[in-house]
Every structure is written in structure tokens, then in C-alpha cells.
């Protein structure tokens, strides 16, 4: 279909933005890490679309816009914002981006925009129940019956809402968007795991690496559960997270 130039700091992001896109029939040509890169690339491969990330070290995606639409005005650039970055996200389209993403991104998202700003009329693939989509302030996600997971965001504190429902392919999907909120600052998550009276030992594995990784973030997670005596079993797995500051109780 067309070629496009992936651009973002971190490396997961740009993995997933390449799989979705090279999925869905378009060539990524190359990707960079920083707008400097971003606009030596752009002049080299004269993609059809460029995904720009905001923050970026060096340079950032706000001036590789200008550097790009000042020698090419006719570029196609959707930013991908992390949440909290409206204003930038505003500056970037009055300096001629076309469109933006929100973090955590999903194949959705990112193929209906990518297809609005390529003029491309294709149907979207059809959506799995534990697919997300982007969470804006004060907002949840809508998720149908049985789906293993919600998010909420208020204020930049994150509530992941789990439910029985939650597997280890499920978990995937709920891994990419924790990485998306990695990005958030300050940062607080909390871990609900409601009324769950069980969880595989599997689940509470991975979901421990969710914990590390918001706190790699210098960020602050809590776990909340209903059922005490699961809340114990939940303590025990995680061992040094163990502590009033990690976990509390709630009764409704």
C-alpha cells in the first residue's frame, strides 16, 4: 500500500506501530529515534506517512515537524501523544501535522487514522473483546460483557480493573498499555483485582512485571482487591511489594 516512516524513542513502541502497520499491507521503510533522525530519514526515503512521537531526546517530534514541512509542506504526519500532552499535540498540527494517536495506541486506532490521512477506504478489522482503546481525562473504557480488563484514567492515576476473564493471551494486550502509560508523569497505577477470589500463579507472575515497570518508571502502584483472603495470597506472591505502601483492602 504505502510506505511509511515509523518514528519514536522507544523501541517497543516503534515494534508495535511496525507490526500493525506491515500487517495491514504498508512497508515501513525505516525508523528513527529522535526528529533530527527523523528529518534526514524523511529526505532520504520520502515516505508516504510519517507516526512521530512527541517526546523525544535530542530533538524532539514538535521540531522535526517544522524542519519537515518547512522543505516538504505536502508531508503527512500523525503525532503519537501520551496522554497529557494536548498542548503540543495542538502545536503540532498547526505547524502542518495532519492527525495524532493517543498512547496506549490499538490496531484500531492506528489504522483508522493512518487510512484517514492516506485517503484510504478499508474496513477494520474486526476487534477482539480484550482490545483497548485510548483513555482521554476523565474517561473509561467502554468494554462489552466478560472482556478481561478496563482501564481508567483520572487526573494521571490509572486504574486497571480486572475481571475473571483475564488469561495469559489476554494479558498481552494489557502489557502493551501499561507500556503506553509508562510515558505519564507523575504516574499512579492501581491494580483492582475486584471480587477475584483466583488467579493462575502464571498471571500473578506477569502481572508482578507490570508492578516493576511502573516502578522502573519512578512511578506509584497500589493493588486493591475485595476478597481478603485472596488479597493474602496476592501479598505473598509478590513478597517485597508487600507493604502498606503497595497494598490496601477495600470493601466495595
Do not use: C, W
Amino acid at each position: 500500500m504505502s510506505t511509511i516512516l515509523v518514528v519514536d524513542d522507544s523501541a517497543i513502541m516503534r515494534r508495535n506501530l511496525v507490526t500493525i502497520l506491515s500487517q495491514t499491507g504498508h512497508t515501513v521503510v525505516a525508523q528513527a529515534i529522535n526528529g533530527g533522525q527523523a528529518h534526514l530519514l524523511y529526505r532520504t526515503h520520502l515516505p508516504d506517512l510519517i507516526t512521530m512521537d512527541i517526546t523525544m531526546p535530542g530533538s524532539s517530534g514538535i521540531e522535526a515537524v517544522k524542519l519537515i514541512i518547512k522543505d516538504y509542506p505536502d508531508a503527512k504526519i500523525i503525532m503519537v501523544s501520551a496522554l497529557g500532552q494536548k498542548n503540543m499535540v495542538f502545536e503540532a498540527i498547526e505547524l502542518g501535522a495532519k492527525h495524532y494517536l493517543i498512547k496506549p495506541v490499538t490496531p484500531e486506532t492506528v489504522i483508522s487514522v493512518v487510512n484517514k490521512v492516506l485517503g484510504i477506504k478499508q474496513p477494520l478489522p474486526s476487534s477482539k473483546a480484550e482490545e483497548i482503546a485510548p483513555v482521554n481525562e476523565g474517561e473509561s473504557i467502554e468494554i462489552a460483557t466478560q472482556v478481561p480488563f478496563q482501564i481508567e484514567n483520572s487526573n494521571n492515576m490509572f486504574q486497571i480493573k480486572l475481571s475473571k476473564y483475564l488469561t495469559d493471551e489476554s494479558f498481552i494486550t494489557l502489557n502493551q498499555a501499561i507500556q503506553g502509560l509508562l510515558f505519564v508523569q507523575p504516574l499512579i497505577v492501581i491494580i483492582n483485582f475486584g471480587n477475584i477470589d483466583s488467579l493462575s500463579d502464571s498471571l500473578l507472575e506477569k502481572l508482578s512485571v507490570i508492578i516493576q515497570a511502573v516502578q522502573g518508571a519512578k512511578g506509584t502502584i497500589k493493588v486493591v482487591a475485595q476478597n481478603k483472603e485472596f488479597m493474602k495470597i496476592v501479598k505473598g506472591k509478590y513478597g517485597e511489594f508487600a507493604d502498606p505502601a503497595h497494598f490496601m483492602n477495600i470493601s466495595h
